[in-house]
């Protein structure tokens, strides 16, 4: 299973976009790369997964370059509900999905 | 749909009892696993499931043991509890598109 770093937290305004980045230096061909938000007292819910180039959906873009070794996570116009931690994983999907979780991003939006 | 349910929602156990916690999904998902996280920390994997009638364990095993009863309902049972295992347990399941994750289990061992 690859590792993943990524910053430990990050601030931001209200409004503003933010993009958080992962590195994935060991990520192998079947690996895709999903990204969970986790607010307190709450499990994990799944926010965006990709393979390579970019995914779009309604609440985050997924941009991941060539080499895969790394991938960016991006918020547009945060509000001060996506305060949260944001979790980068990265494993083999298709029904079953062993993953390790590390210790994530804590994302603090600011009025 | 009521996704991935876990009872109870708090448990306080002393030191040495045993408890099962319990956890059940309705989208017909394949895997399932249990977590635990720990304050501050991520979640790390205790046993999971790719299938019924299958278990194999994770990251942190040992104190615990799991049954896949059906499609449904994966258990996870502390047969001696320890201090050490305070925490919050979670529940997912799996398709082929990330994990859907149950609201947790808040363990506290005295």
């Known amino acids: 299973l690859a590792k993943t770093t990524q910053p430990i937290s990050m601030d931001s305004y209200e409004g503003q976009e933010v993009n958080i980045t992962c590195s994935h230096n060991n990520i192998a061909t079947n690996d895709y790369i999903t990204w969970y938000q986790q607010f307190p007292s709450q499990g994990p819910r799944f926010i965006i997964q990709?393979?390579?180039t970019k995914v779009t959906n309604e609440v985050a873009s997924l941009f991941i370059p060539a080499d895969r070794k790394s991938s960016t996570l991006s918020l547009p116009r945060v509000s001060l509900s996506d305060t949260a931690v944001y979790y980068c994983l990265v494993g083999e999907t298709g029904g079953y999905n062993k993953l390790i979780f590390g210790a994530g991003t804590r994302l603090a939006v600011h009025p | 749909n009521a996704g991935v349910t876990q009872t109870p929602k708090f448990q306080v156990l002393k030191t040495g009892q045993s408890m099962t916690l319990q956890c059940a999904q309705d989208m017909n998902h394949n895997s399932m696993y249990w977590y635990r996280q720990d304050p501050g920390m991520g979640l790390r994997l205790i046993y999971y499931?790719?299938?019924?009638?299958?278990?194999d364990k994770g990251e942190v095993p040992n104190g615990y043991n799991v049954s896949r009863l059906n499609k449904r309902e994966f258990s996870l049972r502390l047969e001696s509890a320890a201090p050490s295992q305070t925490s919050v347990y979670f529940c997912a399941s799996s398709a082929d598109r990330g994990q859907y994750f149950g609201p947790g289990t808040r363990l506290t061992v005295l």
């Open positions: 990709g393979y390579k």
């Open positions: 499931s790719a299938s019924e009638g299958t278990t």
